[in-house]
């Protein structure tokens, strides 16, 4: 699969191996990563409060072009302010140096590029400790959270771009002598050259609830495709990308290429440059992960782009029955109250049949099943260390406002509770509000719900669930079905309603607590996310098609002698 | 590379070796095709005037649902009236049908689509002949070109979509045990399956000047990816499509397949039904190819669908210098004669230097190769058999009022001049119209011109040919530069130049008729045509995004037991 052509660059050979085997890993979906996880203490900074504490209140330095003031207003969801100041800088300026940039590494190699990007990647992860912290204290996913999914899960996705985009640009040959006979007037030769011609300049437009996750696969796929990077972050969550910009600009700078190929641009929140950035003729690339509304808009107008995006998701799960009630309730619940909902997979929608469900404790009828969630819920967190690391805090204060309001309705099931951090007063901890729905409440269930909002759903038989789910998720979007059945026709419906919707189905999920955090979260090199089938996303995490919009193969052929 | 459950289909066992082997050249690029070229006779027809001649005045039979009535109008641009019926079909009755199809089609194994396609591609290449007159006498090509062109390289090409798909498809295992240790309570498994998942149902529009071979690669990409394809050919060029698609209805109702998987979509040209089909919710995929206004219209209106656009283009050649004067002159005329510069990549500006070009002649002035090519043009026309069978037939009436218009023109090198076809007096055969512009005409010569029309543009330098011709080629959209230099300083800019403007670059190229004949027709498996960098085209004929955005990746999961 390795091509050669003499000496490839040093950080290639340094880090082939791990090439080789995150191939090897895209195809066989099997467990594997080269990113150990971040523990306490594996970096210089320890992973204690330092790393956050360090940044509180300070001049980020970046030495990029244009600097036409600082800005940036984060607090952490935590209760901390953080008010850490930005270089911001002229787009324009931002744009053109990006322009430069791609234009030398756009010619190299595609070892060199690849070698760079896994080293960089390398990098991140040794700073993972501060970039976790970071995570945690801007995004307010629990310690843990950030760790797995923001750490080492963001990494592995960001190498499995890199090796998909290996895969992609290695399908052909870099050159070729082509020969045809020609009859009596003998071959005709023609010498080819196949090159890896990238898009350009990529604008990356970041989330809020899971920044570097989202970012790394589109981030990597850019670079290693040969082109440009912007990356402007939600105002709220700057850090982690900060960070992230920072280490690739190191990296490139010290091998010697230009380090303004990877660029940050921040703005106030009252003047935002999206829209008109998007719209720039230069952009070539667009990422963007966030709510739908600017997603449509950016398809609609920055025509001049390759647009990939990621929505936020009307995640279903359909209970028919189960061998494993205890384990399923588990599992459910751990998933729905996870950093209390705000993850892209997270499920919101749970559609239970009327007449009850089969399990292996007899027939558990509708309204007992939602008493078990409530209560199972309650259980989780009630002791709160343990309810902290769970539920994380929560992203925006308008969702307070909204679970409030969820609190008063008449169809509540469990109402969301504050819980007190066992450390930060202030932070904005909240429980799930868990709300009974029937199928006519399609208008409230159907759109995707700021987090820690949960409808149980009671519909008449499990058929009809589907037939509601698939709806749901094919008109507003969503990533995943969670489905719960002994009855093997259910499981084949439930398998075409999937393909259909173009979600990924998930069967009889259960297990530990600690199980179930592993089966959440969406592993790199196995699992996909956001097929392109649904609204919810058309970045296809990490297939062909992710990385080979953007670059072409451009052809350069001239005439040989003939024979 | 092929991976193996159980036993094969029968027709994937039939044909995998030549898989094995286009799998191979989409690779190494080298010159490799199965179908060998169609000659007058190697068919029960015997390639003759019977095959045309059968059809003049037919009911065309096609077994499809939903008739309302019988349609059809073409005629000859050799003169002979054709009058073929074929019948109407409800577009809702096609679209629904080939829903149905395409779901079962859909859940088949990849192994058995990719058999059932390579299946028809040979069944198409044994009715190349019949084909090859079809397209002939709607197309107005030239038999040899029909031949070369619209049946053994379109089949070539084809395959080549198939061997793509095969690629894609096979990027990913089945189905993976993915087990994860979970610390003290054990490991957690989850069993994966992945399963390609189509997007549906796809529309084909095809073009007037080269159907088959703009056609092939996307429906076999839709079909080998488990779409189903409904082809609405251009109204004055249905004859080749018709065949194709009763072939490929054969061929799946023979092997026990729905026959409605491929279906042929004909209206009137008075009240054409293409966009109100184009946003039907249920058309997932569109490729068409043909003017630009159309294409826009596509991208902006039917969002629901991925759009794949293929349009007329500004190619442009810059002379600078040859080792080779005659040559170039030959392959230059050649490129600009050959079926009337109707050809996708055909040449439609020659950039040349005001103080001339250095040649193996001496210093050859502007005036002097204009004299020169006009000349060689002549040469090359003189002989009406010849000249037939290099111009082919004017495909439309209205280029023939727009030579007209371009003979009275001041700027006049060369006259349209009529050729009497050796057989058909009536036939619309005319010789390129060569004017003579200026760096100061760019709002004439920019846009994509009807055939056989041709600029001889003087330019300052050729560094400032090259920046026009850069612009114009972004602008208006194109395929191709050609290039003349014996200069390695401008061959680098030439090279930079196509890189950013996405278009291939043919560096001196030159040779007999015969030769620049093969040269002219890009190949199969060895070049790319259509990078997406400009505006001819998004259909990046065939690399691994033209055929991966037609499907994804499904992902099934369930739980397994705790180890």
Not at 62 to 84: F, H, T
Not at 521 to 534: E, H, I, R, T, V
Request: charged share 15%.
């Amino acid at each position: 699969m390795m091509r050669r052509f003499g000496v490839a660059h040093p950080l290639f050979e340094k880090h082939q191996n791990t090439l080789h085997k995150a191939l090897a890993a895209t195809r066989s979906r099997l467990c594997w990563s080269p990113y150990a996880e971040v523990s306490a203490g594996d970096t210089a900074l320890n992973g204690g409060d330092e790393a956050i504490e360090a940044y509180r209140g300070a001049q980020f330095y970046l030495d990029q072009p244009g600097v036409i003031g600082r800005c940036g207003n984060e607090s952490s969801p935590y209760g901390l302010a953080l008010s850490i100041a930005y270089p911001q800088c002229a787009p324009d300026a931002l744009i053109a140096a990006a322009k430069v940039a791609s234009g030398s590494w756009g010619k190299l190699a595609n070892e060199t590029r690849v070698g760079l990007c896994l080293e960089a990647l390398e990098r991140l992860h040794q700073g993972g400790s501060e970039l976790a912290q970071a995570l945690m204290h801007t995004t307010g996913q629990a310690l843990s959270l950030a760790r797995s999914q923001g750490v080492t899960q963001a990494l592995a996705r960001g190498l499995e771009a890199v090796a998909v985009a290996w895969r992609e640009m290695s399908a052909v040959s870099p050159d070729a002598l082509w020969e045809r006979p020609a009859g009596a007037q003998g071959a005709v030769q023609v010498h080819k050259r196949y090159v890896v011609a990238p898009r350009g300049v990529g604008l990356l437009l970041t989330c809020a609830n899971a920044p570097t996750w989202m970012a790394y696969p589109a981030l990597f796929a850019s670079l290693a495709t040969g082109n440009a990077v912007i990356i402007k972050p939600h105002p709220t969550v700057i850090l982690p990308l900060a960070l992230t910009v920072a280490v690739l600009r190191q990296t490139l700078k010290e091998n010697g290429f230009d380090a303004n190929l990877v660029s940050l641009l921040v703005d106030e929140s009252d003047a935002p440059a999206t829209r008109e950035l998007a719209v720039h003729p230069d952009i070539a690339l667009i990422d963007y992960s966030g709510p739908r509304e600017l997603g449509e808009w950016l398809r609609e107008h920055a025509r001049q782009a390759r647009v990939f995006c990621f929505h936020d998701a009307t995640n279903c799960a359909v209970i028919d029955s189960t061998h494993d009630y205890k384990g399923m309730l588990r599992y459910l619940v751990a998933s729905l109250a996870w950093y209390s909902g705000q993850m892209p997979s997270s499920p919101q929608n749970v559609f239970i049949p009327a007449g009850g469900i089969a399990t292996d404790e007899g027939v558990v009828s509708a309204a007992q099943f939602s008493r078990d969630l409530a209560y199972a819920l309650g259980k989780l967190c009630e002791e709160p260390a343990r309810a902290a690391e769970v539920l994380g805090a929560i992203l925006s204060p308008a969702t307070l406002a909204h679970l409030d309001s969820c609190n008063a309705s008449e169809s509540l099931i469990r109402a969301s509770t504050p819980i007190e951090h066992p450390r930060w007063p202030s932070a904005r901890l909240r429980t799930p509000v868990v709300l009974a729905a029937l199928p006519s409440d399609e208008a409230l269930f159907a759109p995707p719900q700021r987090g820690a909002t949960v409808f149980v759903i009671t519909v008449a038989t499990t058929a009809g669930a589907l037939v509601i789910a698939e709806r749901v998720m094919s008109e507003q979007g969503a990533l995943e079905l969670l489905l719960y059945t002994t009855n093997p026709p259910v499981q084949s419906m439930a398998e075409e309603v999937a393909m259909r919707a173009g979600v990924r189905l998930s069967s009889n999920f259960s297990g530990t607590m600690a199980q179930a955090m592993i089966l959440n979260l969406p592993a790199a090199f196995s699992d996909f996310q956001g097929g392109g089938a649904n609204p919810a996303s058309n970045a296809t995490l990490v297939d062909g098609q992710f990385v080979s919009r953007r670059f072409s193969f451009a052809e350069l052929r001239s005439r040989q002698v003939v024979i």
